[in-house]
C-alpha cells in the first residue's frame, strides 16, 4: 500500500516571498502520479499542479512548481511570490499508473500573511 | 460549467440514528468518488464509481456505509447506524474518465454525530 507523509502541519510565510512545501511518499511501483490539492477555508479542495512519475522535468503552473525527486521519493510544491489567496490546506496526494485511488497526505496549514 | 454540488451541507444526528448524503457530479463525468475526511486528516476514498459499476470500495465500512450511482448520474451515501466516529466532512468528487485526472471536488457534507 501506498503511503504518503507530509511533515509540515503548519507554515507561514510572508506576502510575495517564497515557500516550499515537502511531500514524500513510499511505493513500489515504478509509474505513477502526484498532485499537489489546494483546500482553502471554504473547502472546496482544487488542483494545483499534477507530476508524472516518468516525466523527469518538473511541473510548472504559474507561481506553483514542483521538485520531483524520484529516488528520494520527494515532491516538493514551492509556491512564488506568495499571494494572500494562497491561504490553504495543502495535500500532497498519489495514484498508482491506472489512476486509481487517490491517497492523500495529512495535509499541511499555510498562511499567508501581509 | 456548474460544479459538483452537494446536499446537505451540514448534518447533526445521534449515534445509532441513519443519514443520506447526496451528490450531482459534473455532466458528462463518468467517475465518481467518496471521500471521508476527518478533522485534521487527509481525505480518505471510501468508493469510487464508474458510471453506474462500483470500481472500488476496499476502505467502505460495509456493515454500515453504503453507497449507490443510479444511472451513472447522482449517488447517494448512507451510514446506518452511525458512530461517533463517523463525525468527518464527507467529500465528494467526480473526473471525466477513470486514471489519473484531475479529480474535482464539492463543497462536502460536514458531519457531527452526538
Known amino acids: 500500500a501506498q503511503t504518503v507523509t507530509q511533515s509540515q502541519p503548519e507554515m507561514s510565510v510572508q506576502e510575495a516571498e517564497t515557500v516550499t512545501l515537502s511531500c514524500t511518499y513510499d511505493?513500489?511501483?515504478?509509474?505513477?502520479?502526484l498532485f499537489w490539492y489546494k483546500q482553502p477555508p471554504s473547502r472546496q479542495m482544487i488542483l494545483v499542479i499534477r507530476q508524472e512519475a516518468y516525466k523527469q522535468q518538473n511541473a510548472t503552473e504559474n507561481r506553483f512548481s514542483v521538485n520531483f525527486q524520484k529516488a528520494a521519493k520527494s515532491f516538493s510544491l514551492k509556491i512564488s511570490d506568495s499571494q494572500l489567496g494562497d491561504t490553504a490546506m495543502y495535500f500532497c496526494a498519489f495514484s498508482d499508473n491506472a489512476g486509481n485511488m487517490l491517497t492523500f497526505g495529512g495535509g499541511t496549514r499555510l498562511m499567508v500573511k501581509p | 460549467e456548474a460544479g459538483v454540488a452537494q446536499s446537505p451541507r451540514y448534518k447533526i444526528i445521534e449515534k445509532r440514528q441513519s443519514v443520506a448524503f447526496w451528490c450531482n457530479p459534473i455532466s458528462g463525468h463518468a467517475t465518481l468518488y467518496w471521500y471521508q475526511q476527518i478533522l485534521g486528516q487527509g481525505p480518505k476514498l471510501l468508493i469510487q464509481?464508474?458510471?453506474?459499476?462500483?470500481?472500488?470500495d476496499s476502505q467502505l465500512p460495509k456493515d454500515r456505509f453504503s453507497a449507490e450511482r443510479l444511472k451513472g448520474v447522482d449517488s447517494t451515501l448512507k451510514i446506518q447506524p452511525a458512530k461517533l466516529e463517523d463525525s468527518a466532512v464527507y467529500l465528494c468528487a467526480s473526473s471525466l474518465l477513470r486514471g489519473p485526472y484531475e479529480q474535482y471536488f464539492g463543497p462536502g457534507t460536514r458531519l457531527t454525530v452526538t
Open positions: 464509481f464508474q458510471n453506474n459499476g462500483v470500481v472500488d
Open positions: 511505493t513500489s511501483e515504478s509509474n505513477y502520479y
